[in-house]
C-alpha cells in the first residue's frame, strides 16, 4: 500500500502569511509553455484556498527570454525588490534556444539572476513517483521518494558568464566556501528531520554526493558535509560518489531519503531522477533563502509545444503546493498533492508515451480541481 504523502520538507517561512484573506503572489510567466503551465497553477491553487476562504491576488513579472530580445536585459529594473515584496513567487520555466547572448550563452536565463540575487542558495528537488503513474523502471510508488538538495549559489555555475576562452581552449572554474556548503549541508539534515526516512528502512537518512576522490573542491565539501553531520546524530550520514549515486538511482532509489550535493550535479542528477518518476513534466522545484523563495519546475520552456494546449502542467501545480506550504497555507498544499495523486490513481489524469497529458494541458488541471 502507498503510504501518505511524504513530501514534508523545512520549507516553510519563519513569517508565514495568517489571519489575512489574500495572498499576494508574484508570478514569472516565462517563455514557450511556461505562461500556459502557470496559468493551469494558478486556477488549482485559487480553487484549494476557496476552502480556506483565502484569495489569490496576483502580480506579474516580466522576465526570461522574450523579454531579453526586447529589452536587453532578462529582468526589468526593480525586479527583485517587487519580487521580496510578493507573499511568494512562482516562475514558469524560461529560455528560447534562439536568443542568444554575443558569448553564444542563452539569453533570458534566470537562474543566476534570481538564486543569487535572491540569495536562494537551497534548490529542493523532490522526486517522488506518484501512484497510478508508470515509470521506465522496475519499481513502484512506493521506492520512489527522496529530495534533492542542490547548492543554489556557489559550485561550477558560479562561473557562469565568467569563463575563458580562445580559440584554442576555454576554462570554467569551480568555487566553494565553506559558508555556502555549511549552510546546504544544514539545510539537508533539516530537511531529512522533516520526513519519515528512505522508503527501504524507514531512515532518516542524508547522503552526501560529490567526486571528492578525484577534485579538492568536492573533498572539500565531503569534510564540510562530516563536520556538521555530527550537529544531527539522529540522521544517518552517508556517503556515494556521483557516478555511482547516478546508477543507484535507477537501480535502487528506495535506500534514498535525501540527497545534497554541488549545484551542477544537482542539475544533472535531478533530471535523471526526474525521469525514473514519470518524467521532467512531475516535478517541481523550490529555490529557498533566509527569508524569499521562489518555485518552478525543473524543465525547459518547450517552445516546440507553446500554444498547443499539450504540456504536462503537473510540475507547475505541484510547484504551487509548495508555494502554498511555504506561505503558511499548508492544507492547501495537502489538498493539491492528494487530489494530483487521486487523478492519476483513478486514470482520470493519463499521460501518452510523450508524458503529455491526454487531453490537454487545461483538461490535466481541471481533472485535478476535480479531485480536489
Wanted: net charge negative.
Amino acid at each position: 500500500m502507498q503510504r501518505a504523502a511524504r513530501l514534508r520538507l523545512p520549507i516553510e517561512s519563519e513569517n508565514p502569511v495568517q489571519n489575512s484573506a489574500s495572498l499576494n503572489i508574484a508570478v514569472i510567466p516565462g517563455d514557450g509553455i511556461g505562461p500556459e503551465l502557470v496559468d493551469a497553477a494558478l486556477q488549482v491553487m485559487t480553487e484549494a484556498l476557496l476552502s480556506d476562504s483565502i484569495r489569490l491576488d496576483v502580480s506579474t513579472e516580466r522576465a526570461g527570454a522574450q523579454t531579453y530580445s526586447e529589452t536587453g536585459s532578462a529582468l526589468l529594473p526593480g525586479a527583485l525588490d517587487r519580487l521580496r515584496a510578493a507573499d511568494g513567487i512562482i516562475k514558469g520555466p524560461v529560455g528560447l534556444p534562439d536568443v542568444r547572448k554575443p558569448d553564444g550563452t542563452e539569453g533570458g536565463l534566470l537562474g543566476g539572476l534570481l538564486r543569487n540575487g535572491l540569495d536562494t542558495f537551497a534548490n529542493v528537488r523532490p522526486v517522488r513517483l506518484w501512484a497510478g503513474v508508470p515509470s521506465p523502471t522496475v519499481h513502484s510508488a512506493r521506492d520512489i521518494d527522496y529530495v534533492i538538495v542542490r547548492e543554489n549559489t556557489e559550485g561550477l555555475y558560479l562561473a557562469r558568464g565568467s569563463g575563458v576562452r580562445n580559440h584554442h581552449a576555454a576554462a570554467d572554474q569551480m568555487m566553494m566556501t565553506r559558508h555556502g556548503v555549511e549552510r546546504i549541508v544544514r539545510f539537508a539534515f533539516e530537511t531529512a528531520r522533516a520526513r519519515s526516512g528512505a522508503p527501504a528502512d524507514d531512515v532518516r537518512r542524508v547522503t552526501c554526493v560529490d567526486k571528492s576522490n578525484v577534485l579538492r573542491s568536492f573533498a572539500f565539501f565531503r569534510q564540510i558535509f562530516d563536520e556538521v553531520s555530527t550537529e544531527y546524530p539522529d540522521i544517518e550520514a552517508t556517503h556515494m560518489y556521483a557516478d555511482a549515486a547516478a546508477g543507484a538511482l535507477v537501480q535502487n532509489p528506495a535506500q534514498f531519503d535525501v540527497l545534497v550535493m554541488e549545484n551542477f550535479l544537482g542539475d544533472i542528477l535531478s533530471d535523471l531522477g526526474a525521469a525514473t518518476a514519470g518524467g521532467l513534466g512531475m516535478c517541481g522545484s523550490g529555490n529557498i533563502g533566509s527569508d524569499v523563495a521562489y518555485f518552478e519546475p525543473i524543465h525547459g520552456s518547450a517552445p516546440s509545444l507553446a500554444g498547443t494546449d499539450t504540456a504536462n502542467p503537473v510540475s507547475q501545480i505541484a510547484c504551487g503546493a509548495m508555494m502554498l506550504r511555504r506561505t503558511g497555507h499548508s492544507a492547501a498544499a495537502d489538498r493539491i498533492e492528494a487530489a494530483i495523486e487521486q487523478a492519476f490513481l483513478t486514470h482520470d489524469l493519463r499521460l501518452d508515451e510523450s508524458g503529455c497529458p491526454i487531453g490537454g494541458t487545461m483538461r490535466a488541471a481541471q481533472t485535478v480541481i476535480d479531485h480536489l
